[in-house]
């Protein structure tokens, strides 16, 4: 297995626990509204449709859309190998929702708008427990 590239690491709070760990079973999870469904990313502590403060974290498909990206040439810090591609997906059940992330698993010229696009974790030991950065790889690839 090759190295790992270089990632600064999320703080991690009670907050955004949820998000950060729950890679360890193989679900993406974002906070939910229990009265109304909504999706709220980043994590708040009031859905801010009802004004509803009763949250839970839940698992999603891990399936998304590619909205836009960028392909990085120029090593600013230690990173991924050069050149990687930056992307914000929607997720497939609300749009509304984006994460800024890593697409992996194909070559930067195979990107595309509107692209469909899985959820891969990448596990990293930090001092206060392990954590699962999410990264999309296309969807049609064989798991």
Sequence with gaps: MSELPFRILPHVTDTN??????????????????????????????????????????????????????????????????????????IDEQPSVRLTTNIVNCTPADVRIGMAVRVVFERRSDRNGDVWIPLFEPAEIEA
């Design 17 to 90: 626990r949820h998000f950060w760990t729950s890679g360890e079973d193989g679900r993406l999870r974002f906070l939910c509204c229990e009265e109304c469904g909504y999706f709220i990313h980043p994590p708040a502590p009031v859905c801010p449709r009802d004004l509803s403060k009763r949250l839970v974290a839940r698992p999603v498909s891990g399936r998304a859309t590619v909205a836009t990206f960028t392909i990085n040439h120029q090593a600013w810090m230690p990173g991924p190998e050069l050149p990687y591609v930056v992307a914000i997906v929607e």
